[in-house]
């Protein structure tokens, strides 16, 4: 487990792509920059998505992290 301690967290399990990023992005940009945003997620569309898609944004993923059937990925907010 990552020692990184996260500002903000957000489940989006019960969410389907495109809205696994959606609402990660909307979260990301209430936050302030360099903010850390855990965001728990189920599936393999989303765990390739939404990384993907958050560095595009010029986000850094700090990490992936399994968590039972889910991930846990780590965003740091640019």
Known sequence: MT???PDQAIDITAEVCPM????TKLK???MHS??????RLH???PLRNVP????????TILGIEP???A??????RA
């Open 67 to 69: 968590d039972g059937e």
């Open 52 to 59: 993907r898609a958050a560095r595009e944004e010029g986000h």
């Open 20 to 23: 696994t990023f959606v609402r």
């Open 28 to 30: 990301l940009e209430r």
């Open 3 to 5: 020692t990184v301690q």
């Open 34 to 39: 360099g903010e850390i945003l855990s965001v």
């Open 71 to 76: 991930h846990i990925v780590i965003i740091r």
């Open 43 to 45: 599936g393999e569309e």
